[in-house]
């Protein structure tokens, strides 16, 4: 009777403690009671249980200030208050949250970030404010965010980008570790120069390794403009209006493995600008730009993976004689690899006409290298233009000799052949 009666109380026990750990309604709860995802509340569930380490709120009203968050969130590990009309954050909103790692405020309608929204988050690897309506980032954004990792600020109408603002603060006497941003994406963000400072700088940003910059409105770029961000694998430079690409423009992304040049208006790029990550480079997007030649020796064929040259107006020419040998392309039936010019080749698939229309071209990169060439020519040249010279020189102090009527044996040796010419 006794033991009955124990095990009837651990019973109605574990069925209410199970269900003090129920979701809240209007929230789904998966992955074992750890995620919580939440839709169209207008307030945050003040007290959540323990073991929920990852929050998502998305398409709520939150509209205003986005307030303090209570402390039964402090070991979350996740939270992402995305689509929710968020229009301000107050400060210390998310103080307690020491554990929290990744940080979604997608989709909202800030005006205004500083460190002191952001304090306390000393976890932090990744936070991602894509799509709101940020203008400015200041100094030291990040300053109480000392391991984050990745940042995402995309879509957003961007007029500042402070010198330091992803720098950590200095401390003279203690200098710390620097940035650990490895990853920084400004897609869509309204800049029409590069923000030098605040990104080119190893001093502040000596981890960089991937930078997207796509969607934006440069045209030009400045010459060594990454003379100073040695550690980039990955720049991200799609769908901006840059028009060419020089040997400066590049030089110094001595890692570089992936370049996205995909929808510019390139027209030039000219042979040596990817000398300094030659044989680093992957993977390289040129697909839908003005391109007509790229001389074979810009890339190092040995460690190229992928080369999307589509929707280019290629000349189809022995000057794009490596088009023919050109299989780095994956199978894929969008690729449009089509001759701009000549006039009779205009609109055909490149591939077909530079394999069986145009005479064979020397294929590419099999005669010596021409600068091997040069420098066997020179010396021939050199060596040539003595004898010659020597030669000239003979015959005219022979041929002096020879009108004062002296030396006429030696003159003999010589005469034949010149007086024939
Ligand atoms: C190459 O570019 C074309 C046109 O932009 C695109 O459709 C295709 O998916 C690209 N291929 C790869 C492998 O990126
Ligand atoms: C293929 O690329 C050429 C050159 O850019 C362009 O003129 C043509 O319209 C493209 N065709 C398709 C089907 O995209
Ligand atoms: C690409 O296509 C060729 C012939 O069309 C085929 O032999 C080859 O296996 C294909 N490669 C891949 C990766 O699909």
Not at 57 to 79: I, R, W
Not at 326 to 343: A, F, K, L, M, R
Not at 363 to 392: C, E, K, N, Q, R
Request: glycine share 4%; with cysteine; hydrophobic share 40%.
């Amino acid at each position: 009777m006794e033991l009955k009666c124990c095990i009837l109380v651990i019973f109605v026990f574990l069925v209410t403690s199970t269900r003090s750990q129920d979701c809240p309604s209007a929230c789904t709860c998966t992955d074992g009671q750890k995620t919580m995802i939440c839709r169209g509340l207008t307030s945050l569930p003040e007290a959540v249980d323990d073991h929920f380490t990852e929050f998502i709120f998305d398409n709520c009203n939150l509209q205003g200030e986005f307030p303090k968050m209570p402390v039964s969130y402090s070991h979350a590990h996740t939270l992402q208050i995305i689509h929710s009309n968020v229009e301000s954050i107050a400060d210390g909103a998310f103080e307690d949250m020491r554990e929290l790692v990744m940080l979604s405020l997608r989709g909202n309608k800030i005006q205004v970030i500083n460190s002191a929204k952001l304090f306390g988050l000393s976890s932090l690897l990744t936070i991602d404010l894509q799509g709101n309506q940020l203008t400015v980032i200041e100094d030291e954004l990040f300053r109480h965010n000392p391991i984050l990792n990745k940042v995402i600020f995309s879509d957003n109408p961007f007029t500042k980008i402070n010198d330091r603002a992803f720098a950590q603060p200095e401390n003279t006497d203690n200098p710390g570790p620097g940035s650990q941003i490895q990853y920084i994406e400004l897609e869509n963000c309204n800049l029409n120069t590069i923000p030098t400072a605040a990104l080119c700088i190893n001093s502040v940003l000596p981890n960089l390794v991937s930078l997207d910059l796509s969607h934006n409105d440069f045209s030009h770029l400045e010459e060594d403009l990454f003379e100073h961000t040695a550690e980039i694998e990955q720049l991200e430079l799609d769908s901006c209006k840059i028009q060419k690409i020089t040997k400066g423009t590049l030089a110094g992304l001595t890692k570089l493995k992936s370049l996205r040049l995909s929808n510019n208006i390139l027209s030039a790029i000219d042979e040596e600008s990817f000398a300094d990550f030659f044989t680093s480079l992957n993977y390289i997007h040129l697909d839908y730009n003005k391109l007509t030649v790229v001389p074979y020796g810009l890339f190092n064929w040995a460690v190229v993976k992928v080369l999307n040259i589509s929707n280019n107006p290629w000349e189809c020419s022995c000057s794009n004689g490596w088009i023919q040998e050109y299989n780095v392309t994956p199978n894929d039936t969008n690729y449009n690899i089509t001759c701009g010019s000549p006039e009779m080749y205009k609109g055909k698939n490149a591939l077909q006409v530079m394999k069986y229309e145009i005479e064979p071209c020397a294929a590419p990169g099999s005669g010596p290298d021409p600068m091997i060439a040069l420098y066997i020519a020179i010396p021939i040249i050199i060596i040539l233009s003595i004898v010659t010279i020597f030669i000239i020189v003979k015959i005219c102090i022979l041929k002096k000799k020879d009108s004062h009527g002296r030396s006429a044996q030696y003159s003999l040796v010589y005469k034949p052949t010149t007086e024939k010419v």
